[in-house]
């Protein structure tokens, strides 16, 4: 039987780890010895990361990677990529090299406006609404000066302001709907006081108005970035066994599937995301609300689907992604974590659009990666050779035991269970 704690948040880091450890792991001392072995050395550092968030008792790590040659708009790039899932660097890697020799990857911010909403209950006319919405209005801009001054002068700020009548889907229902531009930073802060502020000024104006809440939008159609590849059918011919007219058939049929069975299209996207999470993660970004808003983008239609598409015109093989991204390169994290620091530095210090292009390019280099190795050789070839280091390691192999195995496995199939046994008939 667990017991309950109160006061826990004040309790000093020890005493939390204390009461942990004899509360839920039996006073087990490896326990206590493995969330104090990831503390960081450097007590200032482990302070920061203490102070991101509530009750922190130890770090987590993830691996940070690099994927090398990517060309994007004629610019090389290494990208950051933080990830736990093995090949997946090595995927963005093989694709990135590939699309080197044929012109490398496009990218262009097609749209860049965000969208936040003062959700609210009025079951009066809807004539007398309008009337009070079209009264107050250049209040709302007037009210938020202090807090969009910065943003004004950096060029962004509140776009709009609309009040959305709801009533059909719920009685008395409406929204002032306010769209923003926040320049290089992801703006969630910005547009949420922004919004508070606004729902205050507008409190103002009638007993009969009830804010339900004032929040921003994670979906963000209208903030939108395209990045794609291209070549001529032949130059896709990577080896004697297939030519570039069959790699490319093949290949775009595999798209259309994802495009009309969602089945297949959640798991493409969830390849996708594999490439797009590991550069957001990597520089800082917030990537819950990248996927919440990615994965509505690609239901738009009514149904799940693809978010890359395919096609062949003119002897041209063109393959392009398009993504919804709210992303920031100042504020946040950004500034904050030494690891993002170096991540952003690497990139050159983007502009949250050039990071944006940088964050679809990963996502289309993954899914191309993805469907080639689908299409041709399947993909647990690469990837289970790539998962033996994860079971050597469980097994706790030894260096020189790692040398021997794979060497074995370079000319034998990697199973978990063939791994197991190698592993016990090398120790025998
Ligand atoms: C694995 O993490 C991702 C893939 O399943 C993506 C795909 O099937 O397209 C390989």
Redesign the pocket.
Known sequence: MVNSVSGFSKFTKAEKIDWLISNHFLNNAKAKANLERYWNANEGLQKLHDEFTENTISNFYLPFGIAPNFLINDKIHVIPMTIE?S??IA?ASNAAKFWMQRGGFKAEVLSTTKVGQVHFMFHGNSSEIDAIFNEIKPQFFEQTKAITKNMDARGGGILDIELVNKTAKISGYYQLQVTFDTMDAMGANFINSCLEQIATTFKTCSDDIQVVMSILSNYVPNCVVRAEVSCKVEDLAVDASISGREFADTFIQ?VRI?EVEPY?AV??????M?GVDAVVLATGNDFRAVEAGVHAYAARGGSYSSLSHASIENGVFKFWIELPLALGTVGGLTGLHPMVKTALELLGNPSAKELMEIVAVAGLA??FA??K??TTTG?QQG?MKMHLFNILNQFEATESEKVILVAHFKTNTVTHSAVVEAIENLRA
Request: charged content about 15%.
């Open positions: 899932e090949s997946v995927a595999a994802a297949r798991t493409h996207n969830k390849g996708i594999n993954q899914n993805a469907l190795s689908l993909i990837h």
